[in-house]
């Protein structure tokens, strides 16, 4: 690698990064690594394509390099994740935030214009979700909530970092900390929904996240059972669930939902136009 220009340095991490992915994201992947070492924004290195990097910033860029061939995600290498329109510091307390989970934040608002409401966030994370939420509905109640303790200090660095400290964050398992006589209107949840055997926790990225996460008993469902059953006690008049799930779970989803007397239950599909939420109204009367 005798010239460590910008140009060149994209190319040999495009193509070091090859047996990993498609050509495209490997050459994204090289420039958000060099972008990091340089501490610079991507149009750096389309401005300055000659300009040649020092031997330090070198190493830096071969050392992070190596860390991705090896599989480790680019989030975790950089420490960051845009999700919405937030930067978000991401650590291995936590799932990466996922463009699909931008589909339940949508459809929150889009369902929800009141000015006040009061909303949940279970198993927050980064505190992707409820921080989206913060960012774009500033009067509204929130509180987020996760059984990890380090996941909480990293969501509540994130509210510092993105000032929105008005988003309520603190320890709980699922509900468990949470006051009875509190109530919500709108309850979410990114919960763990993957089954223990499917052969995507082997593979790309999910390999370096926490299986705590990702992993849930009885085929992915048992998170979404609790959340579901216990959700109820939590609405006042009435309150709306929406559930991230797994692309082949709207139907056991919705079978739940049904099955402990939630109404108007409908799947909504991610990006990529597979089935990724299903909502749900829960009306006291129904309890
Ligand atoms: N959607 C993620 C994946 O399939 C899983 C997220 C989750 O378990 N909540 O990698």
């Known amino acids: 690698m005798p010239d460590k220009s910008l140009a060149n340095l994209v190319e040999y991490g495009r193509h070091r990064l090859s047996t990993l992915s498609d050509t495209d994201s490997a050459k994204l992947d090289a420039q958000i690594l060099l972008c990091f070492v340089l501490n610079k924004a991507s149009s750096y290195l389309l401005t300055w394509p000659d300009k040649k990097i020092n031997e330090a910033q070198y190493q830096n860029f071969l050392n992070l390099l190596e860390r991705r061939v090896q599989g480790e995600p680019i989030a975790y290498i950089t420490g960051t994740k845009e999700f919405?329109?937030?930067?978000?510091?991401?650590?291995?307390?936590?799932?990466?935030?996922?463009p699909d989970t931008e589909t339940l934040v949508e459809q929150i608002l889009s369902d929800h214009c009141e000015s006040h409401l009061s909303c949940l966030d279970l198993g927050t994370g980064t505190g992707a979700i409820a921080l989206a939420l913060a960012s774009e509905m500033p009067n509204w109640q929130i509180d987020a909530v996760d059984f990890n303790a380090d996941a909480v200090l990293l969501a509540q660095k994130n509210a510092e970092n993105n000032n929105l400290t008005q988003v309520n964050i603190y320890q709980s398992d699922w509900f468990r900390q949470i006051l009875l006589e509190k109530t919500f209107d709108v309850i979410v949840s990114n919960p763990p929904y993957i089954d223990n055997i499917d052969e995507h926790l082997s593979q790309g990225d999910v390999r370096f996240e926490p299986k705590s996460a990702l992993v849930a008993e009885q085929q992915g469902l048992a998170d979404i059972i609790h959340i579901a059953?216990?959700?109820?006690?939590?609405?006042?008049?009435?309150?709306?669930?929406?559930?991230?799930?797994?692309?082949?779970?709207?139907a056991q989803v919705q079978k739940i939902l049904s099955e402990?007397?939630?109404?108007?239950?409908?799947?909504?599909?991610?990006?990529?136009?597979n089935d990724r939420i299903t909502k749900a109204r829960y009306l006291l009367k129904n309890r």
């Open 84 to 98: 919405w329109s937030l930067s978000l510091f991401v650590s291995s307390a936590t799932l990466i935030p996922r």
């Open 260 to 273: 402990l007397g939630y109404s108007e239950i409908k799947t909504v599909k991610d990006l990529s136009g």
């Open 229 to 250: 059953t216990e959700a109820r006690k939590y609405f006042a008049e009435q309150g709306f669930l929406l559930l991230e799930h797994g692309y082949e779970q709207s």
